[in-house]
């Protein structure tokens, strides 16, 4: 059983458009991560976030953690193909217990 | 330099063999975990050591034994592998929940 949904799965879109991710889980969780990993590569940190209605920007990302700290999205503004890749949401709890959601593949087309 | 380095970076090797995969840190964190991906990049934790004490052993064949001789170090060694233990895995470390930080990957293909 999964504890975090991601979702969509695949995300295929032309370069300029803007998207939303999304990872939901059933439990409320101490702290959650976005990463991203390119093929051939580990996962790499994005953000963490760990108080209820927080909001993160990194560059052209925006990160934002549910109210309940069930939930937490990603969005992308004018997407290029540099993004590209597999963003995966993980949750932490007690002893650095992290767990990852399936992952969202994203394409950005030029 | 590397801060978590994983050897080898691809293993190919037949059903039935012992094999071991190494992890060394360089960041000074004091917990290190393996984790294996599988062919849908699905990511699941199989072990986590914290000072070299044993903290998650999750459901994993008893085929799989980790060994952390030090902080910076956690390496896995897989008996008699199986055409299902073919994957991903992934060595990473963490200082407390400050983000994790990932080698680059062990690709294992059993034949």
């Known amino acids: 059983t999964q504890l975090l949904e991601q979702s969509p799965q695949f995300l295929s879109i032309q370069e300029g458009e803007n998207l939303t991710v999304y990872c939901n889980s059933s439990?409320?969780?101490?702290?959650l991560q976005w990463y991203r990993q390119e093929p051939g590569e580990g996962p790499v940190l994005l953000v963490t976030?760990?108080?209820?209605?927080e909001v993160k920007k990194l560059k052209r990302l925006t990160f934002q953690f549910g109210d309940a700290r069930k939930d937490s999205s990603l969005h992308i503004t004018a997407a290029q193909p540099g993004d590209t890749g597999l963003y995966l949401c993980?949750?932490?709890?007690?002893?650095?217990?992290?767990?990852f959601g399936a992952g969202t593949r994203l394409t950005v087309k030029p | 330099d590397t801060a978590v380095s994983q050897t080898p970076k691809y293993l190919v090797t037949q059903m039935g063999n012992d094999k071991s995969i190494k992890c060394e840190q360089n960041?000074?964190?004091?917990?290190m975990y393996w984790y294996k991906q599988d062919s849908k990049k699905f990511l699941k934790i199989m072990f986590s050591?914290?000072?070299?004490?044993?903290?998650i052993n999750e459901t994993v064949p008893n085929r799989f034994s980790p060994k952390s001789p030090d902080k910076a170090h956690l390496n896995l060694h897989i008996n008699s592998l199986e055409l299902g233990d073919s994957a991903v895995y992934f060595c990473?470390?963490?200082?407390?929940?400050?983000?994790?930080?990932f080698g680059s990957g062990t690709r294992l293909t059993v034949v």
């Open positions: 976030v760990v108080t209820g209605g």
């Open positions: 050591y914290n000072n070299k004490e044993l903290i």
């Open positions: 439990s409320v969780f101490s702290s």
């Open positions: 960041l000074g964190h004091d917990t």
């Open positions: 990473a470390s963490s200082q407390e929940a400050y983000g994790y930080t």
């Open positions: 993980a949750r932490v709890d007690n002893n650095n217990d992290m767990r």
